[in-house]
């Protein structure tokens, strides 16, 4: 396997399913408010361009109209989509040439490019099937995966909503090192939001920012079917940051044909999230999105 590349400062790229599970917006709020190199986001599984329109209000409340955005893979699916209504309708649909977007900020750099995954690999497969010399340039800290997924009839969700793309893309990412956050360390209480959590209540304070008000509101749709949100992605982002407080260890996969992942001395290698330091996390996580 080919080593990972020095990607600190690098610019920054984050390709999300956002707007379903409110870890993945409280996840592009973090990195917005906290690293400065953040250049683009780029939506997945996208429904009808909404995701992508929801992206660009909740980046120019942030204060950050110099993010690009950029509409990604539509998938054709309809669930897991609670944002609607939560942007004015005079947001603009954004662009969907996903290749010129990511060229523009590969060229910005001599060196490496940080890509965060925090949903399928549709749009990652598409850029290797068009320009993989950008692929090339992508040092790729992912969300997705499990060795001991809670259902084991199923793959972990964002391998599930694209198998074909994770199957494809394993065996060329093994060349650059990649990082996967794996649901095993990810599905935990440990760090999930509810309306207990301190971090909430600090959202619903009255003198709360908008941006703060569209966490809460986000949060409070989900919790209407779901006790809380676990912070797959926010604990991904804390890996593409080089944050300390996560283990990672080198695993030989394997994946079938629906992208179930079990580990196997003939299979791939990987980086894979072993451990963290939970309190630690949510105590960074809380950081990033502390106010006044």
Request: charged share 25%; with cysteine.
């Amino acid at each position: 396997m080919g080593g990972r590349l020095d990607d600190r400062g690098a610019p920054m790229i984050i390709d999300t399913d956002i707007g379903g599970d409110p870890d993945d917006t409280v996840a592009v709020v973090a990195a917005a408010r906290n690293v400065p190199e953040l250049k683009l986001v780029i939506t997945s599984d996208e429904y009808g361009g909404e995701r992508a329109r929801f992206v660009r209000y909740l980046l120019d409340l942030v204060g950050r109209p110099d993010v690009k955005v950029v509409e990604g893979s539509d998938l054709g699916n309809t669930r897991l989509y609670f944002v609607d209504g939560m942007f004015p309708a005079d947001v603009p649909r954004q662009g969907t040439d996903v290749v010129a977007a990511v060229a523009e900020v590969c060229a910005s750099t001599a060196g490496p490019v940080r890509w965060v995954g925090m949903g399928p690999l549709s749009n990652l497969s598409a850029l290797q099937s068009e320009r993989p010399e950008l692929v090339a340039k992508m040092v790729v800290t992912q969300m997705g995966g499990a060795i001991d997924y809670r259902d084991p009839s199923r793959a972990e969700h964002n391998f599930r909503v694209d198998p074909e793309a994770v199957i494809r893309m394993l065996p060329v990412l093994e060349l650059w090192g990649p990082r996967f956050v794996v649901s095993d360390v990810t599905f935990t209480p440990a760090m999930e939001i509810t309306t207990d959590s301190p971090i909430y209540k600090k959202w619903a304070e009255p003198d709360a920012p908008p941006w703060a008000k569209v966490l809460k509101t986000h949060n409070d749709r989900w919790m209407d079917r779901y006790p809380g949100s676990m912070q797959h992605d926010g604990l991904t982002l804390a890996a593409a940051t080089l944050w300390p407080g996560i283990r990672f260890v080198q695993e030989k996969v394997v994946l079938d044909s629906i992208a179930r992942m079990s580990r196997s001395d003939d299979g791939i290698e990987i980086s894979m999230s072993n451990s963290v330091d939970y309190s630690a996390f949510m105590s960074w996580l809380h950081g990033c999105l502390a106010f006044d």
